[in-house]
């Protein structure tokens, strides 16, 4: 069983950063495609970064020219660097993997969640 485990959520004042990780563990054939998303209060959750294995990277609107992903394939790892956060930035941060356990078999895995809050 794949497992995602996820850190660096708190507590931060606009303008300030924070950097989230998330490392994927278990039976890991490749990994092809880590992403971040969002849930902010009393919204749907949405899409926040994404990249894959050889580094390519796209971001929403919202967050672009300020949070950087990133990954390290050796540790199976991703990671969001949030810089000039805003109160908007609000929100349970998920961890979104696409992991083939065999040559065959692919899934999609979510972490538990990290909460991000943002004060003004």
């Known amino acids: 069983q794949v497992q995602l485990v996820e850190s660096g959520g708190g507590l931060v004042q606009a303008g300030g950063s924070l950097r989230l990780s998330c490392a994927a563990s278990?039976?890991?054939?490749?990994?092809?495609?880590m992403a971040w998303y969002r849930q902010p209060p009393g919204k749907q959750r949405e899409f926040v970064a994404e990249?894959?294995?050889?580094?390519?990277?796209t971001y929403a609107g919202s967050v672009k020219g300020r949070f950087t992903i990133d990954r390290d394939n050796a540790k199976n790892t991703v990671y969001l660097q949030m810089n000039s956060l805003k109160p908007e930035d609000t929100a349970v941060y998920y961890c979104?993997?696409?992991?083939?356990?065999?040559?065959?078999?692919?899934?999609?895995?979510w972490g538990q969640g990290t909460q991000v809050t943002v004060s003004s």
């Open positions: 990249i894959f294995s050889d580094h390519r990277q």
């Open positions: 278990g039976s890991i054939f490749s990994n092809d495609y």
């Open positions: 979104n993997a696409q992991i083939r356990s065999t040559r065959y078999t692919s899934d999609t895995y």
